[in-house]
């Protein structure tokens, strides 16, 4: 019975999170792949044996398959090699895949990813638009006792107005701020009863050392923000805001994987199928917008998967694209089919690791 309600309140929200995310990203492939005149055989959402599903009228199969983890779009001569051409028949020439050009190809290879960072930014701006753009006012909910910002001479109730000259619109603002000046005596302007008051705080330092002994610093006030509140835009400024907010989020997931390698960042922190379950169930009992919003993130992060360069993913590809470039002429099969092996070594481990990671550092079942 508790395995039937973890699946209703986990698996169910994942997997339909997951099949709307791999379709986008797959559409992406399919839409450019047609724009670049290439003939779609299938598009899937899901593996192995077909479910149900329809071929419309320029002969691609649209099917959902038995197994919802996934998707792919497969193209004519996707898997063919320049050998095949005289084989073909003018038509089926038009249409393969493999002897488009070059830019075509890996216009169609960047389009998946492209199509999960543009949704994104898109849902973000309705979001923004209607409920609202969320963000911590600059203002101070708590001051710990002896911090430096207690020492300062910050209080709470106290809003930030700029720090160093740079002026300070949120709370984030300030984290932002103070995290590069470790150590570092800071101007700070703060609002108190309506005056401004201007202050000398010298930020805190954290040290952390990673693996190979490197250590990096990092400054701290000691305080807390307030409550967050929803920032409501028209459509111009949504998008703006939209744009920027995707902007950061890949930014962000790219320092916290940079972070991981070079050791200064837990690898326990990378999570597989069943602790993104989980964070999905989680965020559809808490309601629409926090359901939305992990979608967000989640199609950010499936973009930028696929972008590193690792055979299998879209971005292997485009590191064969980049060879073939260079050399004048594609890398030959053997080649290939080595590159892809390992991309997919690299890939499953990456998977296990993850999946352990879940099953002995996350409470699924409790």
Not at 91 to 105: I, M, N
Not at 322 to 336: D, F, H, N, S, V
Request: charged residues 20%.
């Amino acid at each position: 019975m508790e395995a039937f309600a973890w699946a209703w309140d986990y698996a169910v929200p994942f997997l339909i999170v997951l099949t709307i995310l791999v379709f986008v990203h797959e559409f992406g492939h399919y839409l450019v792949a047609r724009l670049c005149g290439v003939r779609i055989e299938v598009f899937s959402i899901g593996f192995g044996p077909e479910l149900f599903g329809w071929t419309d009228r320029v002969g691609t199969r649209w099917k959902v398959s038995a197994v919802p983890l996934g998707g792919y779009v497969k193209m004519f001569g996707e898997r063919d090699t320049d050998e095949d051409e005289a084989a073909l028949t003018p038509e089926e020439q038009a249409g393969a895949f493999h002897l488009k050009s070059l830019g075509r190809r890996a216009a169609v290879v960047v389009a998946g990813p492209a199509a999960n960072f543009i949704f994104a930014a898109v849902v973000l701006m309705g979001l923004f638009a209607t409920v609202g753009e969320p963000f911590t006012p600059p203002v101070v909910g708590a001051v710990q006792p002896g911090s430096a910002a207690a020492l300062g001479g910050i209080e709470p109730g106290d809003r930030f107005v700029s720090i160093a000259g740079e002026s300070v619109d949120r709370f984030e603002d300030v984290q932002l701020i103070v995290r590069d000046n470790a150590g570092v005596p800071l101007p700070i302007t703060v609002e108190r009863d309506g005056k401004d008051v201007d202050l000398s705080v010298t930020p805190g330092v954290r040290e952390e050392t990673d693996n190979f002994g490197a250590t990096r610093r990092f400054g701290f006030l000691g305080i807390t923000g307030g409550n967050r509140e929803f920032a409501r835009h028209d459509v111009f400024t949504a998008a703006g805001r939209a744009v920027l907010t995707t902007y950061n989020l890949t930014a962000m997931t790219v320092e916290a994987v940079g972070e991981i390698i070079a050791g200064t960042r837990s690898s326990k922190e990378l999570g597989g199928p069943l602790r993104i379950a989980q964070i999905s169930g989680e965020a559809t009992q808490v309601g629409l917008v926090s359901t939305i919003w992990i979608l967000i993130v989640l199609s950010i992060n499936l973009g930028l998967i696929n972008l590193f360069p690792i055979p299998v993913l879209d971005g292997g590809h485009l590191l064969f694209y980049a060879a073939e470039a260079i050399r004048g002429k594609p890398l030959g099969p053997k080649a290939q089919a080595i590159g892809f092996q390992i991309g997919l070594a690299l890939v499953v481990g990456l998977m296990i690791f993850a999946t352990w990671n879940d099953l002995t550092h996350f409470d699924m079942f409790e």
